[in-house]
């Protein structure tokens, strides 16, 4: 692609009678283009964008303009050759005309500002889940060390959704007044610096489940925060994507994270964890101010929002408007909607399988099955590993749905609908009593777990489906109650394993339940159609 700048000593676009219809033979597809006048110090610039197909010869004068292999629309060819004209090439006399390239770096500079939120969003749900499965492994030597049994293991892991739970309505509402991004940086350092502390609270009961909290505080504005810049950013027709894209990184985070725990346990202590993970945060922190402020924020003029939508609004702005944003949110008419009953009553069932297994296969792995400790870990990453393909999978598939006309609703309530009876299925299988070796065990366990990713296009994308201008908001209510099972589901396993020493009871029986019922609810009442939640509705 390239970029023609000319510059004119008067501004007056007659000088230029011939431009329009100059030799735009050589441009044998053309695109849309972008005509900016910028009028200063007696200066014109014209910046074209076009695309180039050589399929003749063109006069020796031209081929000189058009360098072999370049891309044309702004951007720098492979060789970062620059390319000049004479002053009269362009019918005009008295003017100093450039056409040039410029070396931009790093590469991605270029990329659509919401192509670079997206990505660092997805980057920052990597480093979220990381910070999230570093304890589940930890746990395991944390629990030797101070003589913990399985009932304290499981309150220092749940404590982490005490604070995951209370961040999440205040994470929506912030994130629809300032925007996700801002929310999103926030939350990281938060989050970044608690985790850190672990090591220097772990002997200390009170101050060790207080930094968890920290943790889940900070991790509780993400998912809102993330659901804020894909609602103002993507279209329809690529949502599921977007969200399978950015909710994906969780998967890449989980399996990232029982990756190098192991290792790091074995050869640094059970410590290095917690200050390694913290530290990539805190990396990520200090490199979104770069590509946060590289361009002004996104345009959402393209895109058709309710009327009531607005702009980001300053950080600076009084209490006195935020408490009036806050009375504007029509509470009423979203608990009077069966949608959104339907996606609380949905989210509530999904989180109860997704993060009691979170805490615990690695110790399921590691007792019932005799694994040990990396063995253990190894053995929990295929269930988030396998989720990772199944994410794309699963995006493609309904994204391709809906661009061929099958109704939204449809293709939520079979997308969320895979996603639940498939690890109800496979866990009832891991259950059951059949002799069957642990590598069959953790390959149906795997299957099941890593189909529940389905829920990246259905449930998830809900929420920006029946309201862009209140996607945040919605996931903050639906994600409070979904962290609830972690606080009370993650701490009453443990409870029933010291009780039952049965994991088919503590682990798997409960699950299996919310995901049946879950099923029902939403088959019976999820809807996708756009509603406008105004309180006389």
Known sequence: MAKFTVRAENNNLRNFPNFVNHKVSIFNTLRPQRLNLLAQNHSLKFRVSCSIIEREKEKALEKKRILKGL????????????????GNELGAENENKEVGFEWSWPPWKNLPQRYKLIGT?????????????????????????????????????????????????????????????KV??????????????????????????????????????????????????????????????????????????????????????????FYLFGFLGIAWFVG??????????????????????????????????????LKDVPWKAFFRSKAVWAMIYAHFCGSWGHYTCLSWLPTYFSEELNLNLTEAAWVSVFPPLAS???????????????????DTSVVRKICQTIAFLSPATCMILSSLDFGLPPWEVVTILTGGLALSSFALSGLYCTHQDISPE?????????????AVPGI????????????????????????IFFYLTGTVVWLAFASSKPQTFSEGD
Not at 243 to 264: D, I
Request: with cysteine; glycine share 10%; proline share 5%.
């Open 71 to 86: 891309k044309v629309n702004g951007e720098l060819g492979k060789k970062g050759e620059l390319i000049s004209t004479s």
């Open 121 to 181: 969003t997805s980057l920052a749900f990597v480093i979220c889940n990381m910070d999230k499965v570093n304890l589940s492994i930890a746990i395991i030597p944390m629990s030797h060390q101070f003589g913990w049994n399985s009932s304290v293991a499981g309150l220092v892991q749940s404590s982490f959704f005490w604070g995951y739970a209370l961040s999440q309505l205040p994470g929506g509402w912030l994130s629809k007044i300032f925007g996700g991004s």
């Open 184 to 273: 999103l940086e926030v939350g990281v350092l938060v989050w970044s610096l608690a985790t850190m502390l672990v090591p220097y609270l772990a002997g200390f009961m009170p101050a060790l489940i207080f930094s968890r909290i920290l943790v889940g505080i900070g991790e509780g504005v993400s998912p809102s925060a993330a659901t804020d810049l894909i609602a103002r950013t993507i279209p329809l027709e690529e949502r599921s994507r977007a969200v399978s894209f950015v909710f994906g990184g969780l998967s890449f985070g989980s399996v990232t994270g029982l990756l190098l725990a192991p290792p790091l346990i074995q050869n640094y202590g059970w410590e290095s964890v």
């Open 288 to 325: 979104f101010q770069l590509v946060k402020e590289d361009r002004p924020w996104f345009s959402t003029e393209s895109m058709s929002w309710p009327p009531s939508f607005s702009r980001n609004k300053s950080m600076g702005s009084s209490l006195g408007e935020l408490s009036a944003s």
């Open 388 to 406: 990772i393909f199944v994410t794309g999978i699963a995006s493609q598939f309904a994204d391709s749905l809906i661009s061929k006309g099958v």
């Open 470 to 482: 209140y996607a945040s908001i919605l996931l903050g209510i639906t994600n409070t109650v979904g």
């Open 488 to 511: 009370v589901g993650v701490a009453l396993t443990g409870f029933l394993l010291d009780s039952t020493h049965s994991w088919s009871i503590s682990l798997f029986a409960p699950s």
